[in-house]
């Protein structure tokens, strides 16, 4: 006879003794996660660039550009979708070689169907076979746990311990200990507005004066290593396999020598093979209205003012050349993070103008240029010294500047000024801006709980907000001589 009561009773036991296996697994995995988000690094260099890849909505990249600093830097996704309406994403990371770039490839086809891939050819210059700690982690940090990224860790080390401690992670994360903050751990401190619209693009904002190459046209090719060619070819041929229009450019580079002309001639060579167009845009500076004053961030990289002129150029180039469409004019809402990141890249460069500019006409100027993303605090204490460009400005906004000391403050949002009245503890204006606190009150202006103007100020103090960004820009002062502080 069956003992139900026993049968019954082992059951409960396993079922009981499953349900702790299957709860201790997931707190396990869990915590893993967790672990491995705080410990995961986190840069736009590589690591963010391919991990947000992953996000973006199956089959809307029309341009893919790949390859080195040289693409995520100099490549604008902003620009791109501004005046061509082409939806872009830069998918690279410093000193990449074509091997890691084979296997960003071969990854980003997995969601995706381009109608054109970029190739950066900077790796022709790269005459290492294997590759350093950090260009390794920036170059495959970001990758999902797959053959792709078991392969590309294989052909970036020497050995089996380097492949089993990078394919584990241990590299990753192990020297991460000392580094952790609150920016590993709270992803709400992050740049949110950027992160949810990052297109792999960084714009470079900073201005380092440059010599204009020169350099021979006609000089005799050299060959790039045995390993770089082999994965160079691979690129071309996949993308030939798999019905992928290429195009490899070189950008433009004020560290351009004779030398590096020689290998990118080789590396032309070989794409002439194969019918592939192969540009070198050093050849361009002219057309392209390259400013060697004002348009580089270093000797390698444009900046702000340059990676605009250069995408602007390239822009018009591909779309007339090659089967690129304008979405636009897109209503499905596919698109709309493209609309942000532009949004995004054009405020980002306004903020650092503004912050960088000290001449008050030259500030004026950028005022008088902002979008409604901005809001802007005037405060009139003393008008007697203005420029003519700042009455003019102030006239235009309705603030009258004809009494002297008078301290009044004033709004001006959405091209409609406000007159500012105190209450009864001497409070002007409020405003939260995400986790940020702007104050105007009798005391002056206050941000996060610091003043950001001189007890002192002479003149007309102008603070600017990016309301898009929620963030306080710059807070100024229009002095005697005519120049910001």
């Known amino acids: 006879m069956i003992d139900w009561k026993a049968v019954l009773t082992k059951i409960l036991i396993t079922t009981k003794n499953a349900v702790r296996f299957i709860a201790f697994c ?27 890849f992953y996000e973006q ?23 791109l979708w501004d005046e061509f309406g082409v939806p872009s994403y ?40 294997y590759s350093n700690h950090g260009v390794l982690i920036n ?3 970001g990758m999902h746990w797959n053959m792709n990224k078991f392969e590309s860790i294989r052909a970036s080390v020497t050995d089996t311990d380097g492949f089993i401690d990078y394919s584990l992670l241990f590299e990753e994360y ?26 792999g693009f960084y714009d470079y904002l900073r ?20 390993k770089q060619e082999y994965y160079y070819r691979l690129i071309i041929e996949y993308c030939r396999d798999n019905d992928i229009p290429l195009c490899i450019v070189v950008s433009p580079d004020a560290g351009y020598t004779e030398d590096v002309r020689s290998r990118y001639i080789y590396a032309a060579q070989i794409a002439e093979e194969y019918g592939v167009e192969f540009i070198d845009f050093n050849e361009y500076y002219d057309r392209i209205g390259l400013d060697f004053d004002t348009d580089f961030g270093d000797i390698g990289h444009l900046n702000y003012l340059g990676n605009r002129k250069y995408t602007s150029y390239l822009g018009a180039y591909l779309c007339e050349h090659y089967d690129l469409i304008d979405r636009s ?5 596919i698109y709309d993070s493209w609309e942000e990141n532009a949004r995004y890249l054009e405020t980002r460069a306004r903020n650092y103008e503004l912050q960088e500019t000290s001449v008050a006409e030259d500030y004026v100027d950028i005022l008088n240029s902002l979008s409604d993303d901005y809001e802007v605090i005037v405060m009139v204490s003393d008008n007697t010294h203005i420029s003519d460009e700042l009455a003019r400005y102030l006239g235009i906004n309705g603030i009258p500047f004809i009494r002297m000391y008078d301290d009044r403050r004033y709004l001006i949002r959405d091209g409609i000024t406000y007159p500012l009245e105190a209450d009864e503890n001497g409070l002007y204006f409020e405003e939260y801006l995400g986790s940020h606190h702007f104050v105007v009150c009798s005391d002056g202006i206050y941000y996060d709980g610091w003043s950001t103007v001189n007890e002192n100020h002479d003149g007309v103090v102008i603070a600017v907000i990016d309301t898009y960004n929620q963030l306080l820009v710059d807070c100024g002062t229009v002095n005697y001589n005519e120049v910001w502080k």
């Open 329 to 333: 004019d897109d209503t499905t809402g």
């Open 26 to 52: 997931l707190v396990v995995i869990l915590l893993i996660g967790i672990w491995s988000s705080w410990f995961k690094p986190k840069n736009y260099d590589g690591t963010l660039s391919m991990r947000t």
């Open 139 to 141: 170059n495959t940090a």
């Open 57 to 79: 909505p199956e089959n809307s990249i029309d341009l893919l550009c790949i390859g080195s600093s040289h693409s995520f830097i100099d490549i604008n996704t902003g620009v």
């Open 90 to 129: 830069v998918l690279g990371a410093s000193l990449q070689p074509f091997w890691n770039t084979y296997y960003y490839l071969k990854e980003a086809m997995k969601t995706q169907t381009p109608r054109l891939v970029v190739l950066e050819a900077l790796a022709v210059q790269i005459e290492d076979d």
């Open 207 to 226: 201005t380092e004066y440059q010599s204009k190459p020169f350099f021979h046209v006609n000089v005799d090719p050299i060959p790039m290593t045995n």
């Open 174 to 199: 192990h020297s991460r200990y000392s580094e952790l903050d609150m920016f590993d751990i709270d992803a709400d401190l992050s740049d949110a507005v950027k992160n949810e619209n990052f297109k």
